[in-house]
Antibody
Framework: QVQLVQSGAEVKKPGASVKVSCKASGYTFTRNTMHWVRQAPGQSLEWMGWINAGDHNRYYSQKFQGRVTTTMDTSASTAYMELSSLRSEDTAVYYC????????????WGQGTLVTVSS | EIVLTQSPGTLSLSPGEGATLSCRASQSVSSSYFAWYQQKPGQAPRLLIYGASSRATGIPDRFSGSGCGTDFTLTISRLEPEDFAVYYCQQYGSTPLTFGQGTKVEIK
């Protein structure tokens, strides 16, 4: 079965960077794009961008352009999301979500990684 | 950016009752690219409905979706105890992908 297992919670200071990992299993990793979505405490979901596991093409929401970088290690079936210049408003749970392969539909999600930004 | 507005914010219902959740888009969304998710506290969202009306794998038939253009609906025919959660609508036809603000279905 498809599983996405994310790295553990992080606490960072303002201005720092954070890198979250997402290890996939149960499917052929290079066949599906991976998306990243975040959720601030008590808030809705906010899409950040995607990376294609086959050709590593990326697309980011304009809101995060310049601050977010998504990468992949296909040999380890792991995707990464790095967010830089952290501020308190970046405190959120960050999710990886697999693209079903059908028009950006997010069909499986990781368990989430809480990133807390605090001085 | 397509803005999705869900209503109501909260639904207070009893197990066995039916629920109707609405989502309105700021511009037309192709029905092929509209989804609903369920989220329980401390858990990741779970895909319920895609293509506006198709149930995802393993989703019981008491969940149904409908709508087109700018107005979409999620219907739960008879609420089970495990259905009390927050529900989000989402469009995935254009970037940025966007979500509604959520409807909480709580036990009355």
């Amino acid at each position: 079965q498809v599983q996405l297992v994310q790295s553990g919670a992080e606490v960072k200071k303002p201005g720092a960077s954070v890198k979250v990992s997402c290890k996939a299993s149960g499917y052929t990793f290079t066949r599906n794009t991976m998306h990243w979505v975040r959720q601030a405490p008590g808030q809705s979901l906010e899409w950040m961008g995607w990376i294609n596991a086959g050709d590593h093409n990326r697309y980011y929401s304009q809101k995060f352009q310049g601050r977010v970088t998504t990468t992949m290690d296909t040999s380890a079936s792991t995707a990464y999301m790095e967010l830089s210049s952290l501020r308190s408003e970046d405190t959120a749970v960050y999710y990886c979500a697999r693209d079903s392969g059908r028009d950006w539909l997010l069909d499986y999600w990781g368990q989430g990684t809480l990133v807390t930004v605090s001085s | 950016e397509i803005v999705l507005t869900q209503s109501p914010g909260t639904l207070s219902l009893s197990p066995g009752e039916g629920a109707t959740l609405s989502c309105r888009a700021s511009q037309s969304v192709s029905s092929s690219y509209f989804a609903w998710y369920q989220q329980k506290p401390g858990q990741a969202p779970r895909l319920l409905i895609y293509g506006a009306s198709s149930r995802a794998t393993g989703i019981p038939d008491r969940f149904s979706g409908s709508g087109c253009g700018t107005d979409f609906t999620l219907t739960i025919s008879r609420l089970e105890p495990e259905d009390f959660a927050v529900y989000y609508c989402q469009q995935y036809g254009s970037t940025p992908l966007t979500f509604g603000q959520g409807t909480k279905v709580e036990i009355k």
